[in-house]
């Protein structure tokens, strides 16, 4: 009883953040047993090259299913590993299996992994990169990391030195989610970027909204003067695709063309068999 009342008591006086913040904790700690349990998945999602219509790369999410919680989104855990080196992990764990999924795909089409910022800076992800398409075979060019935005903002020296490494490597780099972060045009010809995603929500907006245009328009110009292709994402009406079309984006990712979608990995061969 005595037991009991005190736990009340601590609930009553645990303010409503602190409780959040042992959530979060819970949830990360989880993550950490997730991929050797088999929790975590990767969705792939179309991205639609406008020129010819057909698929050019797929666009790899990851998906965690927990135990008791059901699907966590990326939007929620990724933020929480990436306060640790467990996003390390959680991104060699991504880039394997992207990396050997996309060498048995029956078309040439890109594979699209996103790198978190703490990935970057210490030399070991080119390594780990190499190493990987050596030993799944894939060929360089057909894998795309994706960076967003904030690493223009805080990228030390040995972040651009990593992204060139990649880059002589034959593997693509591409800016994501840009438009919402904090843009440095001057810093976008810094890093080696062959491709330049801009974020769902100018899109989703530029039909009605003659700013909204007006940015996917700019975005779209910047690229063709920088040398540099365009993607436009969460393209999810014909109007939104019209729309990117005309401003001439080179691809295009959203609903429309299809949602992120698992594939089943065929069963693990029995031992013997
Ligand atoms: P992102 O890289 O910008 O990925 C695109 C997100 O937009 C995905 O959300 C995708 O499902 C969603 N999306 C695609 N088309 C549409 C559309 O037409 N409409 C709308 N409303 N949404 C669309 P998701 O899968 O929830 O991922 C959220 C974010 O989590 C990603 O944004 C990415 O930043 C991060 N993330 C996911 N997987 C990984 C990963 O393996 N590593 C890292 N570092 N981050 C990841
Ligand atoms: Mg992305
Ligand atoms: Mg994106
Ligand atoms: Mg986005």
Request: aromatic share 6%.
């Amino acid at each position: 009883a005595a037991k009991a009342a005190g736990k009340a008591a601590w609930r009553l006086f645990t303010p409503a953040l602190e409780s959040e913040r042992s959530e979060e904790q819970r949830i990360e700690q989880d993550l950490h047993h997730a991929a050797e349990s088999g929790q975590l998945r990767i969705a792939y999602q179309p991205i639609i090259g406008l020129a010819h219509g057909a698929v050019s790369a797929r666009e790899a999410l990851l998906r965690w299913t927990h135990p008791e919680r059901g699907p966590v989104s990326p939007k929620r855990f990724i933020p929480l590993a990436e306060k640790s080196d467990l996003i390390r992990a959680l991104g060699l764990w991504v880039l394997e299996r992207a990396c050997t999924d996309a060498a048995t795909w029956p078309d040439p089409a890109r594979v699209c992994v996103n790198v978190s910022v703490r990935q970057l800076g210490d030399g070991s992800l080119p390594k780990a990169v190499e190493e990987i398409l050596a030993r799944t075979g894939l060929h360089p060019r057909r894998l795309e990391l994706e960076i967003t935005e904030t690493v223009l903002s805080n990228a030390g020296t040995g972040i651009v030195d990593d992204l060139q490494l990649l880059h002589a490597m034959g593997v693509r780099i591409s800016l994501d989610d840009f438009g919402v972060g904090f843009s440095s045009l001057a810093r976008v010809r810094a890093f080696p970027f062959d491709r330049i995603k801009i974020d769902g929500s100018f899109v989703r907006d530029a039909v009605e909204r003659p700013d909204c245009r007006a940015i996917v328009g700019i975005v779209s110009e910047l690229g063709r003067r920088l040398g540099i292709e365009t993607v436009a994402e969460g393209v999810e009406t014909p109007a939104q695709l019209a729309v990117v079309r005309e401003e001439g984006f080179t691809e295009a990712q959203g609903f429309l063309f299809g949602r992120p979608v698992v594939v089943q990995a065929p069963a693990a061969r029995a031992v013997g068999a």
